[in-house]
T-cell receptor, first 109, second 114 residues
Framework: GQNIDQPTEMTATEGAIVQINCTYQTSGFNGLFWYQQHAGEAPTFLSYNVLDGLEEKGRFSSFLSRSKGYSYLLLKELQMKDSASYLC??????????WGAGTKLIIKP | GAVVSQHPSWVICKSGTSVKIECRSL??????MFWYRQFPKQSLMLMAT?????????EQGVEKDKFLINHASLTLSTLTVTSAHPEDSSFYIC??????????FGSGTRLTVV
């Protein structure tokens, strides 16, 4: 079956670095997405990886290892506004997104 | 680029009435659009896949007669919740597939049925 696993909740300190991991199993693979979702809002796109390696975009970076079915989202210089849920989603061979349940990130001062 | 516009952002309707939600790809042609529903504290649930000019493909457990999907053009798909009931109150989100940037999400529609 198809499955996405990511931690339910993480806590980090303002100004620090946090890494949110995601493992996936899908029928075929067309990329791995990370989304940020604030309560009551639709998810907003953060990153897309389809090749192995690290993609850096400002304070956010995303890593993918296709052979391991593994990705992580790295957030640097954490700000209070980064408190949100972070959704990992893998796109299968039919171009449909298989979503994880999301990781709730709590930032403390 | 690759903006998906979803309208309305929120709607309140009476039980038994129908509500239409629009999803538009503003600067790209979307041959495929997806409709999702989000339950509280859960991830998005795919309801159906809509291909331009053909009938939508519904996920198991989703009533096609209740959730009518029309993808009449390459830039517009609509979801109509027919004879809405309070249990249909939820957050509905569409997404459109762009071949260059992948899947782009609309901002969502919060439906409240009273």
């Amino acid at each position: 079956g198809q499955n996405i696993d990511q931690p339910t909740e993480m806590t980090a300190t303002e100004g620090a670095i946090v890494q949110i991991n995601c493992t996936y199993q899908t029928s075929g693979f067309n990329g791995l997405f990370w989304y940020q979702q604030h309560a009551g809002e639709a998810p907003t796109f953060l990153s897309y990886n389809v090749l192995d390696g690290l993609e850096e975009k400002g304070r956010f970076s995303s890593f993918l290892s296709r052979s391991k079915g593994y990705s992580y989202l790295l957030l640097k210089e954490l700000q209070m506004k980064d408190s949100a849920s972070y959704l990992c989603a893998a796109m299968d061979s039919n171009y449909q997104l298989i979503w994880g349940a999301g990781t709730k990130l709590i930032i403390k001062p | 680029g690759a903006v998906v516009s979803q309208h309305p952002s929120w709607v309140i309707c009476k039980s038994g009435t129908s509500v239409k939600i629009e999803c538009r790809s503003l600067d790209f042609q979307a041959t495929t659009m997806f409709w999702y529903r989000q339950f509280p504290k859960q991830s998005l649930m795919l309801m159906a896949t809509s291909n331009e000019g053909s009938k939508a493909t519904y996920e198991q457990g989703v009533e096609k007669d209740k959730f009518l999907i029309n993808h009449a053009s390459l830039t517009l798909s609509t979801l109509t919740v027919t004879s809405a009931h309070p249990e249909d109150s939820s957050f509905y989100i569409c997404s459109a597939r762009d071949r260059d940037t992948g899947v782009n999400f609309g901002s969502g529609t919060r439906l409240t049925v009273v």
